[in-house]
Each structure stands twice: as C-alpha cells, then as structure tokens.
C-alpha cells in the first residue's frame, strides 16, 4: 500500500522526516523561477531545514516560470499542496524527506500575476535556475546578447514579457515607479560568476527599454555570485517505483539526489535574507576560488567522461566509472591539465576534492545518466572546458586531454555511435551542430570556426593543432584505442 502525499496525509507518513512547522504560518519572501529538480533538491532544500528549526518562516518561497516543463511541474505539484518528497542516496543508503518550503506556483507564463507578485514588497529575492542558456549570452564574449530573437520580442511588448528576465526587468521598474526598494536577483545556476552574468541580462533589459533604467539597476539591484552543487539527475520510472516500493510514498514529482550537498555564496543582500549560515550555507566575500575548483573539476569532469561514454553505448555515470579506460582517463585529464590551472581554494585540497568527486560519479544509487551530461554542449563547453584550455594555453602548458575532450564532442555530435546506432538529438542547437561535425570529418578546423563557442581560442594554433590531431584520431582509431593512446602519453 502507498500513501499519496498531500497535507491531508503527512500524519500517515511514516517511513520519511515531514515538515515540523506550521505552512499555513509561511510567507513567501522568495520568487522562484524554474522550479525544477535542483530547485527543490537544494534551495528548497535548506529553506526547509531552516523553517524546522523555527526560523524565518516570511522567507517561503512562491514559484514561478515561463517554460512548458514548469506548466507540467505547477500541474503535479498543486494536486499535493506543493510538497515534494526529496530522496537523499549515498552507495550505503537512501533517506526521504518531505519538505514544504514552497507555498504555491503562480499561473506559468501569467505576465500580470508574476509581474504583480514581483512588485511586492514582501518579495525581497528573486532566485533562479533557468539553465546555463537561459541568460541571453552570447558563449564566445559572455556578453549579453541583445538580438536573440525572445529579447527583441520582450523589448518591443515591455507590459507582457515571455522570458524570465523580461519579466525580472518588469518588475523592476514597477518597484522603482512605486519608490519600492528592489528585490535582490540571486542566481543558484550552475554558471561561473552567475550573479555578475545575471547583472548582465538584467541591466541589458533595461538598457533596450531605458537607459536610465538600466543605471538604476546598476547602481541599486544586487546580484550576489554563488557556487551550487548537488548531483540530482532527471525522475523516471525508476524512481517513482523506488519511492513507492521502499518508503510507500506516491508523489507526483519526487526529486532523487545525493546525499552530498554544497552551496557557497556572497553575502549582498541590501533588502535582507534568511539565516541560511545556520543549515550549512557558507558565506563568502569572494566565491571565485569555489566556482573555478566546481565547474572545472566536477562539471568539466561531466563533460570529459560523457562524449566517451555516450560513444561506447554506456547508459549510466557510475558505469562509465567502472569502466577502466573511462576512470583513468578522468583521473590523467583532471589531474595534468585541470587541477594545474584552478586557483588555490580556501581550507580545501584539491586532490582530496577530485577523489571526493570521483566517488561521488561512482554512486549507483544516483543513476545518473550519460545523456544528460551530454546534453547542451553547445553552452556547457564554453564554460566548463574552453576556460581550463585558455588558462592553459597563457602559461605555454599542453592542452591534449582538453582537446581530446572537445574533439569527443564534435565526434559524438555527428549523431552516430561506433556502433552505428542514432544518438538523439541532444542540444537546442543540435541540426547546426551535426551538420558542421560531419564536415568536421574532413575538415576538423570547420568546427573551431564557430565563433559563438570558440571565439579567439579557435583561430590559437597549439589548440588548433591539438583538436585536429585529437579528431583525426578518433576517426582513425576509434574511442577506446584513442583514450588508451592518451593514457600512454601516445597522442
């Protein structure tokens, strides 16, 4: 037997720890876009220890979106009174939680009603995780990009924006028309200097509507810099029935993650924020430090082991670390070419920090899938990869294994495994990106002419040397023999 979860049914609920706060007391005084499965594994998350121990509880938070996945998350999560069933595995065990934080979901894509909540006084932060793409920036300048096609819509209909910074914009101003201090814009997406780049979508907004609007923002909203992390792969099937099966639970939406958790952030918060110090948040003047050793370890770490996996047919992360090649490869890439060039980070050991994500890419609870590392390579490159490579290159160091990683890439998006097999289409930019991969057969300097992902670096001869001799071999040899042939210092 199972219990659908609802507030009707959190008292029959025995098999996981439930709200111990009363919900009808909360208040939101947090705005969320893209409530999603990091969201509510993280953010979500820590608001929800933190409403247990009795704390700020006007800190709740109301969610929000534009997308047809929120409409689809708005519609699940309502029918159970916005709780979400949160499931925390490490390789030894699995632990469930439910946590109420979130108060409602406004009508998706409802310009009026989220504009209105967003010139609310009570709503003191904007939070987000809207993707790595989803910031209107342009990957080769990391600059705003006033042309793409949804911003120019947004400028010419300022009263009814489509997209979440339209919408942040609108609301903006209405505060500042109404002599309302402004909300702060806290990025939680997984971007280096995600407030900064949030600054510059935000401020690009207003610059197309109004340029005294834009110094306005500039001058008075704050975008403090984070670091996020926390594994939390897509739910499926599997999932649903592991909930039903192990903790008796039926919930529309449960989030799976593990068991480890970090959240690093600057602490600019004119208009005030929770106590979120005292759930384990840690607070920074700078989180520069946190966010190279992150995105380049972990995320590059994604990056390097998924184009191998996904052209050898493996399914799961954790498989890919059982295999031998796959594993070795990692630990040479991260090791020579990507721990050289991240910066020291307070009180932490960088080797330690690579062994800690190992084991954590190693987990089988969290089925992690090698399909969604490689998804959107076309906006994770620039920032997980191409940074290590120019750092690299600055100081005349080798990029091998880095190149190597991106010639994978553009193998893998040729849209075929070795064995033949269609690779789905895997990136919003995937019919560009196939098309240039298969004259990159030939021609591998085709694919580094796409300035908007290489920019300079692609006309840098070490690397253009380097992604050739790496695509080449690929072709040649195949992946396996390629990576062995890295391992032995023979590429």
């Known amino acids: 037997m199972t219990t659908r979860l609802s507030l009707e049914t959190l008292n029959r609920i025995s098999t996981a720890s439930v709200p111990h706060y009363d919900r009808a007391a909360l208040t939101p005084g947090i705005l969320h876009f893209g409530v999603g499965n990091f969201h ?88 987000l995780t809207v993707t790595e793409g989803g910031y209107f920036i342009d990957p080769a300048t990391a600059r705003f990009d006033p042309d793409d096609p949804a911003v120019r819509a947004d400028v010419e209909a300022p009263n009814a924006p489509r997209t979440v910074f339209g919408l942040i914009a609108a609301g903006l101003s209405r505060r500042r028309a109404a002599g309302i201090p402004p909300f702060t814009v806290m990025s939680c997406d997984n971007i280096p200097h995600n407030g900064g780049v949030a600054r510059n979508t935000v401020a690009g907004f207003a610059r197309l509507v109004d340029p005294g609007f834009a110094a306005w923002v500039d001058e008075n909203v704050a975008f403090p810099n984070s670091m996020v992390d926390r ?128 084991s954590r890419f190693a987990n089988p609870k969290i089925a992690d899938t090698i399909q969604r590392l490689c998804f ?61 991969a298969r004259v990159a057969r030939e021609d591998p300097m085709a694919w580094l002419a796409m300035d908007d992902i290489y920019g300079e670096l692609g006309r840098t001869e070490p690397f253009r040397a380097s992604f050739g001799h790496a695509l080449r071999a690929l072709w040649a040899h195949g992946t396996q023999e390629t990576l062995s042939r890295y391992l032995n210092d023979a590429l």
């Open 231 to 358: 594994i939390t792969p897509a739910t499926g099937a599997r999932e649903h029935e592991f909930l039903a099966a192990n903790f008796g639970i039926e919930d529309a939406a449960p989030v799976f993650c593990e068991d480890f958790s970090q959240w690093v952030l600057e602490d600019d918060f004119p208009s005030g924020r929770p106590a979120l110090e005292t759930v384990g948040v840690q607070f920074a003047a700078d989180v520069t430090p946190y966010e190279h050793m992150k995105i380049r370890i972990l995320n590059g770490g994604h990056s390097a082991i998924a184009y191998p996996a996904g052209m050898m047919g493996i399914h799961f992360v954790h498989e890919a670390m059982k295999n031998p090649l796959l594993r070795q490869f990692l630990r040479k890439l991260v090791g020579d070419e990507i721990i050289p060039v991240v910066p020291p980070v307070p009180d932490t050991d960088l080797e330690d920090y690579y062994r800690l994500i190992e």
């Open 376 to 436: 959107d390579g076309s906006n994770r490159q620039p920032k997980f990869i191409i940074p290590s490579i120019i750092d690299r290159l600055s100081v005349g160091a080798k990029v091998t294994g880095l190149a190597l990683v991106s010639a994978l890439w553009c193998r893998y998006c040729h849209g075929e495994t070795e064995r033949g097999a269609a690779i789905e289409p895997n990136d919003p930019n995937w019919g560009r990106l196939m098309s240039v």
């Open 40 to 127: 509510r594994s993280h953010l979500a998350v820590y608001l929800d220890r933190l409403f247990n121990r009795g704390r700020d509880h006007d800190w709740a938070i109301v969610g929000a979106g534009v997308m047809p996945s929120d409409s689809q998350m708005r519609d699940a999560l309502a029918g159970q009174d916005y709780l979400t069933t949160v499931v925390e595995q490490s390789a030894e065990k699995s632990t469930a939680r439910i946590t109420g934080a979130m108060t409602h979901i406004l009508p998706i894509g409802d310009a009026a009603a989220i504009v209105a909540r967003l010139s609310d006084p009570a709503i003191r932060i904007v939070s």
